[in-house]
């Protein structure tokens, strides 16, 4: 049975003291008995304060006419009888009774009690759910920029007139690698779609190199996701006309120069 305001609100009767209908009754008994954390948290605290609550407030002794009342009820030959207890209780100085409002203070805290409680609990259950709206839309903002990220590249390069598209196989350490570079040599860029890529430690980043006349030029590092894609946008290239490309595995940030192993090349077709 799933939760609801009104299992919050069956409790705090019960833990009021109030008796519950045959119908309300047996719902909270067969709720409480599905294990609601929330319902028995909520009774366990209401319980605790309304104990602490009735311990605070002091005894109130019955009023002085109440006896006469009772002995009345008794009938003539018990009202005598209890005659001289009554002349006697004249006679001794009564101690004076509790206000009444001692118990309408009690009351009224309880019920003020059990409201603040029950609102308590619906800040939480606010509160967890703006969590957890949040984190959504946090998701749908990442997968947006990602969106218009790869919108901006296409735009950027693979819809220029004069892109070009290389291979890059697999090599060393990651034979199964695969790669495409798509570069405009107009525009100086690069967009390098590669799977397969082996994760690598939090110090080590891929770095992409850019050949001209053999000379590799950095053109930036980049990490793949958990199933070893990676969608990189390449940094400006320092000779715009490419003649080769290459992917090594360098300490994270980049270095100038290639310096470990060589995981993916290729060359112009």
Not at 77 to 86: D, K
Not at 118 to 125: K, N, Q, Y
Not at 181 to 200: E, H, K, Q
Not at 222 to 236: H, V
Request: aromatic share 4%.
């Amino acid at each position: 049975m799933a939760h609801s305001e009104r299992h919050e609100e069956l409790v705090a009767a019960v833990a009021l003291g109030m008796p519950l209908a045959g119908a309300d009754r047996a719902e909270l008994e067969a709720h409480l008995a599905e294990g609601c954390a929330v319902c028995e948290g909520l009774l366990a605290d209401m319980r605790d304060a309304s104990a602490a609550l009735g311990a605070s407030v002091p005894p109130a002794p019955p009023p002085p006419e109440l006896r006469g009342r009772i002995l009345a009820s008794l009938g003539p030959s018990r009202a005598e009888a209890a005659a001289p207890a009554r002349r006697a209780a004249a006679v001794t100085p009564s101690a004076p009774a509790s206000p009444v409002i001692w118990r309408v203070l009690a009351a009224a805290a309880a019920l003020l009690l059990a409201i603040v409680v029950l609102d308590d609990a619906r800040l939480r259950r606010a509160r967890e759910e703006l969590q957890s709206r949040t984190a959504e839309l946090a998701a749908r903002l990442n997968t947006s920029q990602t969106e218009l990220a790869q919108r901006v590249l296409r735009a950027r390069v693979l819809e220029s007139e004069d892109v070009q598209m290389m291979m890059l196989g697999g090599q060393g350490p990651q034979p199964g690698a695969r790669a495409r570079v798509f570069w405009s040599p107009a525009a100086r860029r690069g967009v390098l779609v590669a799977s397969n890529l082996a994760p690598l430690p939090p110090d080590r980043q891929y770095e992409l190199w850019v050949f001209h006349d053999g000379k590799p030029y950095n053109a930036g590092v980049f990490d793949p996701d958990p199933q070893g894609r990676a969608l990189f946008e390449s940094k400006d290239f320092t000779q715009p006309a490419a003649q080769n490309f290459a992917v090594t595995v360098e300490p994270r940030g980049g270095v100038p120069a290639p310096t470990g192993p060589i995981v993916l090349v290729g060359k112009p077709a």
